[in-house]
């Protein structure tokens, strides 16, 4: 674990040392943009390294620190009002599925197809039915705390296997930021053929194919050592990852344009919200999750 926050550390220092060189030649938007970026991830990963490496209840509470947030900017995209009723409800349904899941850890997998079946349900619903924004907007939510609390359920599940927990949802954070990071710059680069234009006008299909190729082969080279799996399985994984986080990115810019917003909020300087920030990780963790529990349950 210290190892690998090290070396992130160092990622982060020599891009900080490039990005800040960059600005002293080019004062540019851009440059400048990227350098806020690259100070906020030193703020996330400066709060979520020590959380994982604490482990245990720690990073339960850090999971639902992180629903409550998802869940407001989630309220706003669907112009839902938030009041004491509506905080009740989502509280109980988040201790419900809390409890649920613990009592039945044997069977995790359960869980880790549930945020899909919400966001199924939500995006197929007819919009004849009466109610239909209220209906919607409770399913939404309810992928909120399923999909994220799988990163809890991750922890609960290397428990159970005897695995690195913090070690191993580091490395869910930091594949799937890769993916996005390499899914950036390979559009940047290559793209020319939008993906999903009324959707996502910047990315492309260059942008997506980098991504999961790099994404594929990262995984490869780096799961191995963290646990006994073979290159072709970890591949595999990378595949599996970076196919979701494209799918979760497009979820949350859909509900945006909807919202017809830019962003799903200002919390973090240079990238938005915090749904901006973890969207791909909607359908990267329960993904992960199952990855884990098809290796080594079945």
Known sequence: MLTISLLIFSTLLLVTLVIEYQYTLNKTVEINNNRIRVRTWWLICAICIPVLITGGWVITLFIYVLIYWSAIEFSRLLNVRINSLSILFFTSALL???FTSFIYKDSLSIFYYTP??????????PNWLPRITSLRAILVLMLCISSIFSIDLIRL???????????????LFFITASNDIFQYFSGKKYGCHPLALNLSPHKTWEGALGGLVLTTITS???LPYIIEVS????????????????????????????????????SLPGHGGLLDRIDSLIFTAPGFGLCLDLVFIS
Request: hydrophobic share 50%; aromatic share 8%; net charge positive.
């Open 157 to 171: 599940q290397c428990e159970t296997l005897k695995l690195d927990a913090g070690l191993l949802i580091l490395f």
């Open 116 to 125: 899909l079946l919400f966001f199924l349900a939500s995006v197929t619903i």
């Open 220 to 222: 490869m080279l780096t």
């Open 231 to 266: 290159g072709l399985t970890a591949a595999r994984t990378g595949f599996v990852i970076s196919i979701l986080g494209i799918a979760g990115d497009l979820n949350i810019s859909y509900l945006k344009r909807r919202a017809n917003a830019k962003d799903s909020g200002t």
């Open 96 to 98: 419900t599925y809390h």
